[in-house]
């Protein structure tokens, strides 16, 4: 603000407050797959199985990594392309798509030799394989640490390739009821009089 608006009874905030934007809360789990699933019910019936299928795919992956998102770190560029594929990227390319009449989009070239129905299908590819990729990576990620954990428990407890039991050859079981030599075999259950 002015110092000319304060002399004359302005308002009293500072020019910084005035600037200050509140940021919206990022999207929860529920929101991000509520999204996707909106998508997925407006191409149904009303757009080609070739698109149907490709937003399918873009669906079951953003639902297998929603709830996963929080493994990327907060500010992951990751994280936020399945926050935006899911949100934006998705539903304003069906969107785009849907509001063109049907025999328009599906068969007027209108872009380097492709019709609106390929550039959507294209466009739905991209998203698809962008997403794949980062939920692999999440996996791969997750695969390394249990591979990690189990170098650790073979560090601490041994291999177990090498764990026995007694009276047990290695990597075998005793058999259900029977004991190793040098123990005992549990009490028999009581019996009611």
């Not at 509140?22 to 529920?30: F, G, K, V």
């Not at 380097?112 to 394989?129: E, N, P, V, Y």
């Not at 954990?149 to 601490?156: A, S």
């Not at 407890?157 to 075999?185: K, V």
């Amino acid at each position: 603000m002015s110092w000319w608006r304060r002399l004359f009874g302005g308002s009293t905030h500072t020019e910084e407050e005035e600037r200050q934007v509140s940021i919206p809360a990022p999207p929860t789990t529920e929101q991000i797959v509520t999204s996707v699933d909106a998508v997925l019910a407006r191409t149904s019936g009303r757009a080609p199985a070739a698109v149907t299928a490709r937003v399918q795919r873009v669906a079951e992956t953003v639902h297998e990594m929603a709830p996963r998102l929080d493994r990327l770190g907060a500010g992951s560029q990751q994280a936020h392309t399945v926050v935006a594929t899911a949100t934006s990227y998705l539903p304003e390319a069906v969107d785009a798509y849907l509001r063109l009449p049907r025999d328009f989009a599906d068969r007027r070239v209108v872009d380097r030799g492709k019709t609106s129905l390929m550039i959507l299908c294209d466009q739905l590819d991209l998203l698809g394989a962008t997403i794949d990729k980062i939920s692999d990576a999440v996996s791969r990620a997750d695969a390394v640490a249990l591979v990690a954990h189990g170098r650790f428990l073979e560090e601490k407890f041994g291999t177990s390739s090498g764990l026995t039991l007694p009276g047990t050859a290695p990597g075998s079981l005793p058999a259900p009821g029977s004991t190793a030599p040098g123990t005992t075999s549990a009490p028999p259950p009581l019996e009611a009089p």
